[in-house]
């Protein structure tokens, strides 16, 4: 593994279904993040975690859900999927110092009917 | 609260032109601030950055320099090509300590042969 990955791909869920969407990243960050991106509307931040063991909510937490047992992996979860949750999920990390970028996952693709 | 805004695309160029994206923050002390860039089915990744005023983030022939003066961050590439047609996103990490990025809505950039 080298930096993030995201799995699935892509996705066709549909409603009502509970789906998880994995990230695992391989670079000891402390910090994780999950943004869904949606055109027109760029990035959105759903839920953060500054360092295993907590999580923060983002801008548009509703519906979604986090869990962060290691530094590695940061699941999100969708308990109930509605059609307004159909999006571009990404995964980013980082380190936690002051001027550090994020590295982004490749993407989830999620289509819920 | 922080806040960062970019300037509408889509933008369409032909070959060899000049580009300028432009990127104003909202922001208390010295944010710093980064410009990342999407390709199409790909995730972001961090074009330039810079972490204090008057810094100059260059990368691939792009540059950016942080104006405290006029609260901007400005990206420039004076002769562009094909390959770089993608989606150009302008972001800033806050001085608050809670390691959460705000990102623009992003600028689409055409390149035309």
């Known amino acids: 593994i080298a930096g993030i990955t995201q799995a699935p791909t892509s996705q066709i869920l549909a409603a009502g279904r509970r789906m998880t969407l994995r990230c695992t990243q391989d670079m000891r960050h402390n910090a994780m993040y999950w943004y869904r991106q949606d055109l027109g509307l760029g990035l959105r931040l759903i839920h953060y975690?500054?360092?295993?063991?907590?999580?923060g909510k983002g801008e548009v937490p509703d519906g979604y859900s986090v869990s962060r047992a290691n530094t590695d992996d940061f699941p999100l979860t969708l308990a109930s999927a509605v059609p307004s949750q159909t999006s571009v999920y990404f995964c980013?990390?980082?380190?936690?110092?002051?001027?550090?970028?994020?590295?982004f996952g490749p993407g989830t693709r999620l289509t819920v009917l | 609260g922080d806040s960062v805004t970019q300037m509408e695309g889509p933008v369409t160029l032909s070959e060899e032109a000049f580009l300028t994206i432009n990127c104003t923050y909202t922001a208390t002390g010295y944010p710093s601030l980064f410009w990342y860039v999407q390709y199409p089915g790909e995730g972001l990744q961090l074009l330039l950055k810079a972490t204090k005023a008057d810094d100059k983030g260059s990368n691939k022939g792009f540059e950016a320099t942080y104006r405290k003066e006029t609260t901007s961050f400005h990206l420039e590439k004076g002769s562009v090509q094909v390959s770089d047609s993608a989606v150009y996103f302008c972001?800033?990490?806050?001085?608050?300590?809670?390691?959460?990025?705000?990102f623009g809505t992003g600028t689409r950039l055409k390149v035309l042969a």
């Open positions: 972001a800033l990490l806050g001085t608050s300590g809670t390691y959460k990025y705000i």
């Open positions: 975690s500054n360092t295993a063991g907590t999580t």
């Open positions: 980013a990390s980082s380190d936690n110092r002051g001027s550090s970028e994020q590295f």
